[in-house]
């Protein structure tokens, strides 16, 4: 069982401070005072805002709808929370959720556990581990645990799917839609290792097409390698045949060969002309010296047509060339004089070198026909040895070529003996392997048909056993009787025998045929076939059955069961016995619920009740808690 223990307030809507204790509380009149108007006497004392802590608490929002910073009271604009202590079994449980906290508290939703801070990493976590372990959703919150003043509608007036999710989360058909949610994971972990297993299939058929194709290419190789082997033993044969025959005919060629090249070598031509050489120098020498007396006699031209022009130019000159005074006749004649000598020892060594020239001349010419009749020799001689190289390079080659033929005839039989000698890999058998695949795709397709039975099985599982027309319908349709049993008790207590009601999980057409839907029938002695013909106080009364017939169902699961209830206006449009019946209800409710909380603000209800609490609101339009 859920047992709140206490609520804190703190700056939150209309309060400052305030803390209520929700434990053990009985039946509980929550009556109000509003000062801080005179239009009004009870209405906006705080008498629902009080309780809406419990409400932002669990969910984050009151059951007006009101969130995030609108619950903040407006005198402080900071520094918001609220603090929800309850236990589960043995474990004592505190919420605080705050808005504009201090301390690094900010909008934070923080959960503890036996003292210990269990907040989870972001609000909606924190928010979603409170509804797993609170277990009660929003909408079934306000039709059970605090009924009335909520801006969703109540259970009558709610939508076919709005009745079901009601009636689901009280029947704790979420444990359905976990199988569900179980069941389809694990039918997509089927169909995944499915097609796995089939890609495994193809695999093994095609590495057995692999094999066998292997086989059949090896078997095809070593056939082929056989007959290139003993096709060539046969030219091997052949090809010695060949070699030997030649061998024997180029022997006779090669002595032939050799006998005449032995002849030829006896005859080869032989002279000396090393004389030669000699007369090239003395040649040469001579050559020089022509060369050498030659540029003498030229430098001597020169010098000689110098001298001449010094001559001509110096009968013309005033001032001495040589010395630079000025020139007399003796002075100039003496200069010529010079001269003149000069010019005479020029002529005679002019014609001295050019009789040198002459001597030199003939001899020149006695060597130069001298050399050219040796050369005529030698290059006779040089005929006559190119033939002889020729004709003994020609039998070389002869010798050479015969060689050769031979060695290529040992390659080529050396080769050939080579491939012979090779041993020829025998065709690999794949019988083993393929029997190995073989065996694995049997078994691989032994899984597959397991995997597919699983899988229809889970497909059986998520679409219809756990589906909402599955165990959750049949559950359903289960608690109907419990409903329609519990909520005509309210009923004959609230009206008598005028009303009475049944609801059914299905809705029989006009077609006459039924539809998946929640259907509310009203048996009314006065005349009113449906709730909306109803008059409103009989919808009150209608109301008020179910939502205590609700609260039933959700008392006898101890996973959704709590110590407290809070009915909020829920006497407006009943006259005073219909009050008086709801008031005797809920004593007899308080045996199994110890906290009671009943809001209104109809004073004469007062008498009827064993505890109250007065809410009062000063002219500040700050509330506070008494008795």
Same mark, same amino acid.
């Given at each position: 069982?859920?047992?709140?223990?206490?609520?804190?307030?703190?700056?939150?809507?209309?309060?400052?401070?305030?803390?209520?204790?929700?434990?053990?509380?009985?039946? /509980?009149?929550?009556?109000?005072?509003?000062?801080?108007? %005179?239009?009004?006497?009870?209405?906006?004392? +705080?008498? =629902?805002?009080?309780?809406?802590?419990? !409400?932002?608490?669990?969910?984050?929002? /009151?059951? !007006?709808?009101?969130?995030?910073?609108?619950?903040?009271?407006?005198?402080?604009?900071?520094?918001?929370?609220?603090?929800?202590? &309850? =236990?589960?079994?043995?474990?004592?449980?505190?919420?605080?959720?705050?808005?504009?906290?201090?301390?690094?508290?900010?909008?934070?939703?923080?959960?503890?556990?036996?003292?210990?801070?269990?907040?989870?990493?972001?609000?909606?976590?924190?928010?979603?581990?409170?509804?797993?372990?609170?277990?009660?959703?929003?909408?079934? $919150?306000?039709?059970?645990?605090?009924?009335?003043?909520?801006?969703?509608?109540? &259970?009558?007036?709610?939508?076919?799917? +709005?009745?079901?999710?009601?009636?689901?989360?009280?029947?704790? #058909?979420?444990?359905?839609?976990?199988?569900?949610?179980?069941?389809?994971?694990?039918?997509?972990?089927?169909?995944? !290792?499915?097609?796995?297993?089939?890609?495994?299939?193809?695999?093994?058929?095609?590495?057995?097409?692999?094999?066998?194709?292997?086989?059949?290419?090896?078997?095809?190789? $070593?056939?082929?390698?056989?007959?290139?082997?003993?096709?060539?033993?046969?030219?091997?044969?052949?090809?010695?045949?060949?070699?030997?025959?030649?061998?024997?005919?180029?022997?006779?060629?090669?002595?032939?060969?050799?006998?005449?090249?032995?002849?030829?070598?006896?005859?080869?031509?032989?002279?000396? &002309?090393?004389?030669?050489?000699?007369?090239?120098?003395?040649?040469?020498? #001579?050559?020089?010296?022509?060369?050498?007396?030659?540029?003498?006699?030229?430098?001597?031209?020169?010098?000689?047509?110098?001298?001449?022009?010094?001559?001509?130019?110096?009968?013309?000159?005033?001032?001495?060339?040589?010395?630079?005074?000025?020139?007399?006749?003796?002075?100039?004649?003496?200069?010529?004089?010079?001269?003149?000598?000069?010019?005479?020892?020029?002529?005679? $060594?002019?014609?001295?070198?050019?009789?040198?020239?002459?001597?030199? +001349?003939?001899?020149? #010419?006695?060597?130069?026909?001298?050399?050219?009749?040796?050369?005529?020799?030698?290059?006779?001689?040089?005929?006559?040895?190119?033939? *002889?190289?020729?004709?003994?390079?020609?039998?070389?080659?002869?010798?050479?070529?015969?060689?050769?033929?031979?060695?290529?005839?040992?390659?080529?039989?050396?080769?050939?003996?080579?491939?012979?000698?090779?041993?020829?890999?025998?065709?690999?058998? $794949?019988?083993?392997?393929?029997?190995?695949?073989?065996?694995?795709?049997?078994?691989?397709?032994?899984?597959?048909?397991?995997?597919?039975?699983?899988?229809?099985? *889970?497909?059986?599982?998520?679409?219809?056993?756990? =589906?909402?027309?599955?165990?959750?319908?049949?559950?359903?349709?289960?608690?109907?009787?419990?409903?329609?049993?519990?909520?005509?008790?309210?009923?004959?207590?609230?009206?008598?025998?005028?009303?009475?009601?049944?609801?059914?999980?299905?809705?029989?057409?006009?077609?006459?045929?039924?539809?998946?839907?929640?259907?509310?029938?009203?048996?009314?002695?006065? +005349?009113?076939?449906? *709730?909306?013909?109803?008059?409103?106080?009989?919808?009150?009364?209608?109301?008020?059955?179910?939502?205590?017939?609700?609260?039933?169902?959700?008392?006898?699961?101890?996973?959704?069961?709590?110590?407290?209830?809070?009915?909020?206006?829920?006497?407006?449009?009943? %006259?005073?016995?219909?009050?008086?019946?709801?008031?005797?209800?809920?004593?007899?409710?308080?045996?199994?619920?110890?906290?009671?909380?009943?809001?209104?603000?109809?004073?004469?209800?007062?008498?009827? &009740?064993?505890?109250?609490?007065?809410?009062?609101?000063?002219?500040?339009?700050?509330?506070?808690?008494?008795?």
């Amino acid at each position: 069982m859920l047992k709140f223990t206490k609520v804190q307030l703190h700056n939150f809507l209309s309060y400052q401070e305030a803390e209520l204790p929700l434990a053990n509380q009985g039946v /509980t009149l929550i009556k109000g005072v509003n000062n801080s108007n %005179d239009a009004y006497t009870s209405s906006g004392s +705080g008498k =629902s805002s009080l309780l809406s802590a419990i !409400t932002y608490a669990l969910y984050g929002k /009151t059951v !007006t709808g009101l969130t995030s910073n609108a619950v903040i009271n407006k005198e402080a604009g900071t520094d918001c929370f609220v603090a929800l202590y &309850f =236990s589960i079994d043995k474990d004592n449980y505190c919420i605080k959720r705050f808005r504009k906290g201090k301390h690094g508290n900010a909008n934070k939703v923080r959960l503890y556990l036996n003292n210990d801070e269990i907040t989870e990493a972001t609000n909606a976590k924190t928010d979603k581990a409170i509804q797993d372990l609170i277990g009660i959703e929003f909408s079934t $919150y306000i039709n059970t645990i605090s009924y009335g003043s909520a801006d969703e509608p109540v &259970f009558s007036q709610a939508t076919d799917k +709005g009745k079901k999710e009601i009636l689901e989360n009280l029947a704790n #058909t979420g444990i359905y839609a976990k199988a569900r949610d179980y069941a389809s994971d694990k039918l997509k972990e089927f169909k995944l !290792t499915l097609t796995t297993k089939e890609q495994e299939v193809t695999n093994h058929e095609n590495m057995i097409k692999q094999y066998q194709e292997l086989e059949k290419q090896d078997k095809e190789r $070593y056939e082929k390698e056989q007959t290139l082997q003993n096709a060539n033993k046969q030219a091997l044969e052949r090809l010695k045949s060949e070699r030997d025959n030649y061998a024997k005919e180029s022997k006779k060629q090669l002595t032939a060969l050799k006998s005449a090249e032995n002849e030829l070598l006896s005859k080869e031509p032989h002279a000396d &002309f090393s004389e030669l050489a000699k007369l090239d120098q003395e040649l040469d020498k #001579t050559n020089n010296a022509i060369n050498k007396v030659r540029v003498a006699v030229n430098s001597k031209i020169e010098t000689l047509k110098s001298l001449r022009q010094q001559y001509k130019d110096l009968q013309g000159k005033t001032v001495c060339p040589v010395c630079g005074q000025k020139l007399d006749k003796e002075h100039k004649q003496k200069e010529l004089n010079r001269i003149a000598a000069q010019g005479q020892e020029a002529n005679d $060594y002019i014609a001295k070198g050019n009789s040198t020239l002459v001597k030199l +001349g003939n001899i020149q #010419t006695k060597q130069k026909q001298i050399v050219t009749a040796k050369k005529e020799q030698v290059n006779a001689f040089n005929k006559r040895y190119k033939k *002889y190289q020729d004709k003994m390079q020609s039998l070389k080659n002869e010798q050479s070529q015969l060689e050769m033929k031979n060695k290529e005839y040992d390659m080529k039989v050396s080769t050939l003996a080579s491939n012979c000698d090779i041993d020829i890999v025998s065709a690999k058998c $794949y019988t083993k392997d393929i029997k190995i695949e073989q065996d694995k795709l049997i078994k691989v397709k032994q899984e597959i048909a397991t995997l597919n039975k699983c899988v229809d099985n *889970y497909t059986i599982l998520v679409n219809k056993v756990f =589906s909402k027309e599955g165990i959750t319908s049949v559950v359903l349709d289960l608690i109907t009787p419990y409903l329609n049993e519990h909520a005509n008790y309210y009923l004959t207590k609230l009206s008598g025998s005028i009303l009475s009601i049944n609801m059914n999980t299905q809705k029989l057409n006009a077609n006459k045929t039924l539809a998946d839907k929640f259907d509310l029938q009203i048996h009314n002695q006065a +005349g009113a076939d449906s *709730y909306q013909n109803c008059s409103a106080g009989e919808r009150k009364r209608i109301d008020i059955a179910i939502a205590f017939a609700i609260q039933d169902l959700q008392q006898d699961h101890s996973n959704t069961a709590t110590n407290i209830a809070i009915y909020d206006e829920c006497f407006d449009g009943l %006259d005073s016995i219909g009050c008086e019946s709801v008031i005797e209800i809920l004593k007899e409710k308080a045996k199994t619920i110890p906290s009671i909380f009943v809001i209104t603000h109809n004073d004469t209800l007062k008498p009827l &009740f064993d505890n109250s609490i007065k809410v009062t609101k000063n002219k500040q339009g700050i509330s506070s808690i008494g008795v």
